[in-house]
């Protein structure tokens, strides 16, 4: 007679691994450090405090929120700290400190803990933030709150802006500059270089697979290629302008709010590149990403239901 005990099933999953979301918040804050000194080396030791109020700001609303509803203080995994992070890099560095705190509160309270708390939100919490912001003070939020890098406090338009406006040729910043964030706009969304950096490092680590930032930055190329007369130097622009590359690796990859399937990734960086150069081109703002990702998060569990591979046995239902 066979041992029963050898048909013993446990409950799933029966992988396990050792990351805890300590850790893989960890790696993601360690890849956002090159932006964030890009950003204090372009804009000054204000960067500084409105990071600061930030990340206070959010870690406060976590800890006052898990109090109320009555769950564990949790504030030891960092997710937090990453939102306010996140959080700082969507504004820029003129912004007040009351507004930074809102955005932050906002971000945790409403779209974080309102929906169930880490791994609930059905969208990014920092973009989501960001988009109430602009909304509620687009003044303090666009180009005119905007410096340019260096030591005079001058406000300067963004490539993309400028773009908008129909300028051109030399009055565009070169591409070097854009490369490296030599430019005006958000904290932590100029310097092509530092994201790269810190996509490459979450790739390597396995933080983030390569599949969303890849087909969505090569959306929004191919697609200015086109738009901009199939020119090179149009698509490279549009591909370093903006907060491409911050949205690309430390946006759409949110876990909580981007599809779990390998060909549902590759439909949300088509989908949320071909929304970003919509609203580029078309739309009354220059820039396109925030919305673009938002969409795409609100479309997630369609795109999972559509893409999910069939259960083990499953069998066709009949008409």
């Not at 795409?296 to 795109?303: D, K």
Request: net charge positive.
């Amino acid at each position: 007679m066979l041992d029963s005990t050898m048909f013993r099933v446990t409950s799933s999953p029966h992988i396990r691994s050792g990351e805890t979301t300590q850790r893989v918040m960890l790696d993601v804050i360690i890849a956002l450090m090159p932006a964030l000194f890009a950003g204090v080396f372009y804009f000054g030791m204000n960067v500084i405090m409105v990071t600061l109020v930030a990340i206070v700001s959010a870690v406060g609303a976590e800890i006052a929120m898990q109090k109320v509803m009555k769950r564990p203080v949790t504030i030891n995994d960092l997710s937090a700290v990453v939102t306010g992070l996140l959080l700082a890099f969507n504004v820029p560095s003129t912004a007040p400190w009351w507004l930074v705190a809102i955005g932050s509160i906002f971000a945790i309270a409403i779209v974080k803990h309102c929906f169930g708390g880490l791994g609930h939100n059905f969208m990014n919490p920092a973009l989501a933030a960001r988009a109430m912001l602009l909304a509620s003070w687009p003044v303090r939020m666009t180009s005119s709150a905007f410096l340019a890098p260096g030591v005079d406090a001058v406000s300067a338009a963004t490539p993309l802006a400028l773009l908008k406006e129909g300028v051109a040729g030399q009055a565009l910043p070169s591409i070097w500059n854009m490369f490296i964030g030599n430019i005006g706009g958000c904290i932590g969304e100029t310097s092509a270089l530092a994201l790269l950096i810190g996509g490459l490092y979450l790739i390597y680590r396995g933080v983030i697979s390569i599949r969303i930032p890849l087909v969505y930055i090569g959306t929004v190329g191919i697609l200015a290629f086109i738009i901009g007369g199939f020119s090179p130097y149009y698509a490279v622009y549009h591909i370093l302008a903006g907060g491409l590359f911050l949205g690309a690796f430390f946006m759409a990859t949110d876990y909580a709010s981007s599809p779990m399937t390998a060909k549902g990734q590759i439909a949300m960086g088509i989908g949320a590149g071909i929304l970003t150069v919509l609203i580029r081109f078309f739309g009354a703002y220059p820039e396109g990403v925030s919305y673009s990702i938002l969409l795409m998060n609100v479309a997630t569990p369609l795109i999972d239901r559509y893409t999910m591979p069939k259960k083990f046995g499953e069998v066709k239902k009949s008409a």
